[in-house]
C-alpha cells in the first residue's frame, strides 16, 4: 500500500514496495468533472512524462442526494489513468475550495440552517461553511470515509491512486476569523488543552512568529485566545487554524480509518506585507505549521502551492523536519518552473513537482525536457536521497523577480563545485538566468552526475595541495536506470577541460570523472 517512509534526512514516497518519484501535472478545476473532455488530454500528458496526474473529485458530484453516493466520476478518472498507465493523487473538494464553498452539494448549499455559513463582522453570511458547525464537519466526514471506503474496494488491488489532499487551500478570507455565534463563543473560550501540551512541550522549535506572540503574552498555560496569544488579527489567525485543522482532522480521521493512504492539506501562500484577513488566513502556512501538527494529526504533510516568484524561500519554508516536501500545484510565470522541479528534488528532497492547469501545457518544451530528465533520473536520484550525496542548485528569485545569478559553491566528498549561472565564456553578456538550474549527485569519489540547463561547474579540491582536473565528460541518457553515454565533451563544450556545461537551451544529463593532480 502507498505510504510515507523515512530514508536518512528524507522521506520518501513507497509505491508497491519501491520508492516513488512524482512528476505530476494539476488538472484545472472542471476538466475532470467531464470525462469525454479529459480523454483528449491524456496524449499530452505522455508528451509532457507525466507519471501522476492531480485530479479533483468534488463533493457534490459523489453525493448528489444527502446519503445517496455516486462514485462513477471518480472510476472513470481511475479506469483513464490505468489505460494510459498514470498514478493519481486525488483532490478532495469538499467544505472548502480556495476558501469558498462552491463544491458542496446543493442541499448543503440551500440548507444554511441546517449547516451554518461563517460570518462576517455584523453577522452577514459568507459562501463558505462555517468550521464551528459539527453538521458541516460530520457530513463532510462521512462524505469522504464514504469516498476512502470505495477507494479502498475499487484500487487497494492496483495503487492507482497514491495520496489524497484533504479540502483545498483552506482560510478564512477578509476577515481572519468567523463571527457566527459559535465562533464568537468558541474564541471566548479557553484555548484547548491539546494546543497548550503542544506548545509547551514543542516550545524550543515552533515556529518563530507564534512563539513570540504566545511568549510576549507570558508563555501562559490557560485562559482565553486573548490571554494566551494576546489581542489581534494575528491571534485570530491562530484560533482560526486551529479550528480549521481539528475540522479536517476530524474529516482525515474518518477516511483513514477505512483507507489509510497518505494524506495532506494544501496551502494559499501569503504576499509580502499582508495581514491575516487580506489572505487566506488559518491556513496550513509555515508560521501556522505547529497549529495545524497539534491539530489535524492524522494528516501526513503541508503543502505548498507555489504561485510566486520566489519559489526557492517558499520550498526551503516547507522542507522541515517531519514535513516532507511536495509541491502540489505551481504556476508558469516567471518562466522557471521546470528548473525549479530540479532544485526541489535535489535540494529538498522533494517527493513530487506538478504544475497547475497541466492540460494546457501544450508546446512546453522546457517542461517536457525537465521530466524527461527527471523521469530517467528517477532510480538514481531515490538512491540518493537522504545520504548527503546529492544537492540542487538555482537562483534564487525574489517575490519582485529579482534573480540573484551569484555563482554558489557546494561541496561533496573531497571537492568544491562551484555552479554559475551564466555562461563565463558566452560572448552574450545579458543572459536570462531565470531558467537556469539543476541538481547534481555524487556517484563515487571522483566521479558526479549532473543535471540541468543553463550552468557552468569548475571544480576543486578541498585542500590546497591538489588540484581539480577532468578526467572526462561526457553527456547521454538514462534507459532503465542504466547510463548510456553519448559525447565525449572534453574540448570546445568544456573549454578543454576547464568546466563542465550544460548550455541554457535545454536540460540534459552530464557525467564527469575528475582527478588529481599538483
Keep these: ?76 478518472l481511475i479506469n483513464q489513468a490505468r489505460e494510459h498507465d498514470k498514478r493519481l493523487v486525488l483532490l478532495w473538494f469538499g467544505s472548502w475550495k480556495n476558501s469558498m464553498s462552491s463544491y458542496v452539494p446543493s442541499w448543503i448549499k440551500r440548507d444554511q440552517a441546517g449547516f451554518p455559513r461563517a460570518e462576517l463582522t455584523g453577522g452577514r453570511g459568507m459562501e ?105 488579527a494575528a491571534t485570530e489567525e491562530v484560533f482560526t487554524a486551529w479550528h480549521f485543522a481539528a475540522y479536517v482532522e476530524a474529516v482525515a480521521a474518518a477516511g483513514k480509518a477505512t483507507y489509510a493512504l497518505p494524506l495532506f492539506v494544501n496551502a494559499a ?19 501556522l505549521t505547529d497549529v495545524w501538527r497539534a491539530g489535524a494529526p492524522s494528516i501526513d504533510f503541508l503543502a505548498p502551492d507555489i504561485y510566486f516568484p520566489n519559489f526557492v524561500e517558499w520550498a526551503r519554508a516547507y522542507a522541515q523536519p517531519g514535513n516532507p516536501l511536495f509541491v502540489p500545484e505551481t504556476g508558469r510565470s516567471p518562466e522557471a518552473t521546470a528548473a525549479n522541479a530540479l532544485y526541489a528534488i535535489g535540494a529538498l528532497d522533494a517527493i513530487g513537482f506538478s504544475p497547475f492547469a497541466i492540460e494546457a501545457y501544450q508546446g512546453r518544451a522546457d517542461l517536457a525536457d525537465a521530466f524527461d530528465v527527471l523521469r530517467q533520473l528517477s532510480p538514481v536520484v531515490l538512491e540518493h536521497q537522504g545520504d548527503s550525496s546529492m544537492v540542487g542548485v538555482r537562483p534564487p528569485v525574489s517575490f519582485d523577480g529579482r534573480v540573484d545569478d551569484t555563482p ?68 547521454g541518457r538514462y534507459v532503465a536506470g542504466r547510463w548510456v553515454p553519448a559525447r565525449l565533451l572534453n574540448g570546445d563544450e568544456s573549454h578543454q577541460g576547464r568546466h563542465l556545461r550544460i548550455p541554457d537551451d535545454r536540460f540534459g544529463i552530464q557525467r564527469v570523472r575528475l582527478y588529481r593532480y599538483r
Design 128 to 232: 463558505m461553511l462555517s468550521a464551528f458547525s459539527a453538521a458541516n464537519r460530520n457530513a463532510d466526514a462521512r462524505a469522504f470515509a464514504a469516498l476512502m471506503a470505495h477507494l479502498r474496494d475499487a484500487d487497494a488491488g492496483r495503487h492507482t491512486v497514491l495520496m489524497v489532499q484533504v479540502e483545498n487551500e483552506i482560510g478564512m478570507i477578509p476577515e481572519p476569523r468567523d463571527h457566527s455565534p459559535a465562533a464568537d463563543t468558541s474564541f471566548a473560550a479557553p484555548v484547548p488543552e491539546a494546543l497548550i501540551r503542544y506548545l509547551v512541550s514543542h516550545r524550543s522549535t515552533l515556529a518563530p512568529p507564534l512563539r513570540a506572540r504566545w511568549e510576549a503574552a507570558g508563555a501562559r498555560t490557560e485562559g482565553s485566545w486573548v490571554q494566551v496569544f494576546g489581542r489581534g
Design 269 to 287: 501562500l501569503v504576499r509580502p506585507g499582508r495581514l491575516p484577513g487580506a489572505y487566506p488566513s488559518g491556513g496550513p502556512l509555515p508560521h
Design 408 to 475: 554558489q559553491e557546494v561541496r561533496l566528498g573531497s571537492y568544491v563545485l562551484r555552479v554559475a549561472f551564466q555562461n563565463p565564456f558566452s560572448q552574450t553578456q545579458d543572459q536570462d538566468a531565470l531558467s537556469h538550474g539543476g541538481l547534481i549527485i555524487q556517484l563515487g569519489p571522483d566521479e558526479y552526475l549532473v543535471a540541468g540547463r543553463g550552468i557552468t561547474v569548475t571544480f576543486a579540491t578541498t585542500t590546497t595541495a591538489a588540484s581539480a582536473g577532468i578526467e572526462g565528460i561526457w553527456d
Design 1 to 76: 500500500m502507498p505510504h510515507l517512509q523515512s530514508r536518512g534526512s528524507a522521506t520518501q514516497l513507497i509505491v508497491d514496495g519501491a520508492p516513488f518519484l512524482i512528476l505530476g501535472g494539476e488538472l484545472g478545476n472542471s476538466t475532470a468533472s467531464d470525462l469525454d473532455y479529459l480523454r483528449q488530454f491524456w496524449p499530452r500528458f505522455d508528451s509532457l512524462h507525466l507519471n501522476t496526474v492531480l485530479a479533483p473529485v468534488s463533493w457534490e458530484l459523489i453525493e448528489p442526494a444527502q446519503g445517496r453516493f455516486d462514485f462513477s466520476s471518480m472510476d472513470g
